[in-house]
């Protein structure tokens, strides 16, 4: 069926007037439907959920409510105390009363609200929008950070689980086509080394969760910039968006990845390697935002591991992206031979950066904790 015929089987009022596709996002297909009566108007977020990442999107649709049922609630009865107004989507139902369709084919189809006079971008654009995208980050991990996890679905076994992704790079570089390719250019044969001087130490967060020193809290799972709203009227941050990979894990790779993916000026896929490094500014100014609502729930032994978990993030993307090249690209999309290798190139050279900094990146950490 196609998504007009999809979009009018919700519980929207008047009539539609177009759906039509949105975004930039390369999981879900996603649409802006409007809708109108004689003297309004509606518009939300249409999406087909893709089964190839996600198994059992009931999983997902079960986490996204519990989240939003809770967080909705909680903002209620702070807002005479709010210094803004904070939003969260809600689900819309079916007209069945389900919180999705299930179409002829098996698809998940699901109808989320639009976060209203609102916009993302796609990098940090001052000092004063990373505070803000800092300020999303810590207030909405404050806000789950008392839901019992276990109530949560693990909806994507191993995902920011950095010594997991050893196993994908284990497994291709046992075929003779990924040995091939990992030998084959110099840049290959570094990023190699790069890794396995680290391999030892990537289970930091994993060892302080096993030893119980860290525990397990619901995340947000891909905190980056183009996943915080800011209010187009006054500028500072309204909401956080993307709520699918809402599950149980450490808070430290939330953090670590809003950093990664903020702090790194020339984006992931800077064709100039000298242009990559971390930002320290703004490095500070998300760190301040971030713990102006965090500090409420991080305990010290939290506070011990965040220069790791920035680290960590960025070792963890390249290496992914290292891996994928081995097996062909399967998992991340590409525009040329050799893309998910430069890509990983990228994140090394960031997290060399991020090495470089540590006592400056500690400090700044210390300072605003």
Not at 69 to 84: G, S, T
Not at 134 to 154: A, E, M, W, Y
Not at 166 to 187: K, V
Not at 273 to 281: N, Q
Request: overall charge negative.
């Amino acid at each position: 069926m196609n998504p007009a015929g999809i979009a009018v089987q919700f519980s929207v009022n008047g009539r539609p007037v177009s759906v039509s596709p949105t975004g930039s996002g390369n999981v879900n297909d996603t649409y802006l439907a409007i809708f109108r009566t004689t003297f309004s108007e509606e518009r939300f977020i249409l999406q087909r959920i893709n089964q190839k990442v996600f198994a059992d999107p009931s999983l997902i649709m079960a986490n996204l409510k519990v989240i939003t049922n809770h967080v909705h609630r909680r903002l209620e009865a702070e807002a005479d105390d709010a210094d803004r107004i904070w939003q969260l989507p809600r689900i819309i139902p079916a007209k069945s009363g389900e919180d999705y369709i299930l179409d002829a084919k098996g698809d998940y189809w699901r109808a989320i609200s639009l976060i209203a006079s609102a916009r993302a971008y796609d990098s940090i654009q001052s000092l004063e929008h990373a505070h803000e995208a800092g300020q999303v980050l810590g207030q909405f991990l404050r806000l789950i950070s008392d839901i019992d996890p276990t109530r949560l679905h693990d909806t994507l076994g191993g995902f920011h689980v950095t010594p997991h992704y050893f196993e994908g790079l284990d497994a291709a570089l046992a075929t003779d086509a990924g040995r091939e390719l990992a030998r084959s250019t110099t840049e290959a044969r570094s990023c190699l080394k790069f890794i396995e001087e680290r391999r030892d130490w990537c289970s930091v967060l994993e060892t302080a969760h096993a030893n119980g020193e860290l525990k397990l809290r619901p995340t947000h799972g891909d905190p980056k910039i183009s996943n915080i709203m800011i209010d187009e009227d006054t500028g500072k941050g309204t909401s956080i968006i993307d709520l699918d990979t809402v599950k149980p894990g450490l808070i430290h790779y939330d953090f670590g990845d809003c950093l990664r993916s903020a702090c790194n000026p020339a984006g992931e896929e800077e064709q100039d390697l000298e242009k990559v490094f971390f930002d320290t500014d703004l490095c500070q100014a998300i760190v301040k935002g971030y713990m102006q609502y965090a500090a409420e729930f991080m305990t010290d032994a939290d506070r011990h591991y965040l220069y790791d978990s920035i680290r960590l993030i960025t070792f963890e993307l390249g290496l992914r992206f290292f891996a994928d090249h081995l097996v062909g690209d399967i998992y991340f999309k590409t525009k040329y031979e050799g893309h998910n290798l430069y890509r990983a190139r990228v994140q090394f050279k960031l997290c060399q950066s991020i090495e470089t900094r540590e006592p400056v990146i500690r400090r700044i950490l210390d300072s605003c904790g």
